[in-house]
Antibody, heavy 117, light 111 residues
Framework: EVQLVESGGGLVQPGGSLRLSCAAS????????MHWVRQAPGKGLVWVSRINSDGSGTSYADSVKGRFTISRDNAKNTLYLQMNTLRAEDAAVYYCARTTYGAPEYWGQGTLVTVSS | DIVMIQTPLSSPVTLGQPASISCRSSQSLVHSDGNTYLSWLQQRPGQPPRLLIY???NRFSGVPDRFSGSGAGTDFTLKISRVEAEDVGVYYCMQATQSYTFGQGTKLEIK
């Protein structure tokens, strides 16, 4: 059974940093592209970042470029999102997702990031 | 950036009746490899999103056959042949042809 479990969310002050993790199991993690998608309370889905299967290629939404870094450790079956210089508008539930043919097939339950002083 | 526009934003439907959601992209979603990377997702209240349809019309594993997708180029449609109570939630289209973009979401509710 495919499982994605996010962790690392919490309360952080504006300008602060946070590192999210997504632990994968039930599939060969190193074969799949992975994504981070966020959802502010009561709002829609917003794509944040993606990384290819071996970690050599990444892309970001303009809103997070230069502040967020996606990475992965295929030996540990774990995806990461390093978030720096956090802003109030970054507050959201962050989901990791596995994609095939560009479609997000499997999602984690999400981890909540709150940015407030 | 490709913009995805969904209509309607809210859809009250009677149980057992059909429902339809449209999604229009600001430019063609046909990739240089010939595929069209348009997906539909469902998000039930309090749940993470769930993939329903990928590449316009392919149902994902375990998705009931009352869900179907169609379209081409810039215009796409998700149809539910007979709405059931468990279909309540928000539906999103998503493109992965040029970066990734979601539609605003369409809330499906029962009349």
């Amino acid at each position: 059974e495919v499982q994605l479990v996010e962790s690392g969310g919490g309360l952080v002050q504006p300008g602060g940093s946070l590192r999210l993790s997504c632990a994968a199991s039930g599939f060969t993690f190193s074969r799949y592209w992975m994504h981070w998608v966020r959802q502010a309370p009561g709002k829609g889905l917003v794509w944040v970042s993606r990384i290819n299967s071996d970690g050599s290629g990444t892309s970001y939404a303009d809103s997070v470029k230069g502040r967020f870094t996606i990475s992965r450790d295929n030996a540990k079956n774990t995806l990461y999102l390093q978030m720096n210089t956090l802003r109030a508008e970054d507050a959201a539930v962050y989901y990791c997702a596995r994609t095939t043919y560009g479609a997000p097939e499997y999602w984690g339950q999400g981890t909540l990031v709150t940015v407030s002083s | 950036d490709i913009v995805m526009i969904q209509t309607p934003l809210s859809s009250p439907v009677t149980l057992g009746q059909p429902a339809s959601i449209s999604c229009r992209s600001s430019q063609s979603l046909v990739h240089s490899d010939g595929n069209t990377y348009l997906s539909w997702l469902q998000q039930r209240p309090g749940q993470p999103p769930r993939l329903l349809i990928y590449k316009i019309s392919n149902r994902f594993s375990g998705v009931p056959d009352r869900f179907s997708g169609s379209g081409a180029g810039t215009d796409f449609t998700l149809k539910i042949s007979r709405v059931e109570a468990e279909d309540v939630g928000v539906y999103y289209c998503m493109q992965a042809t040029q970066s990734y973009t979601f539609g605003q979401g369409t809330k499906l509710e029962i009349k």
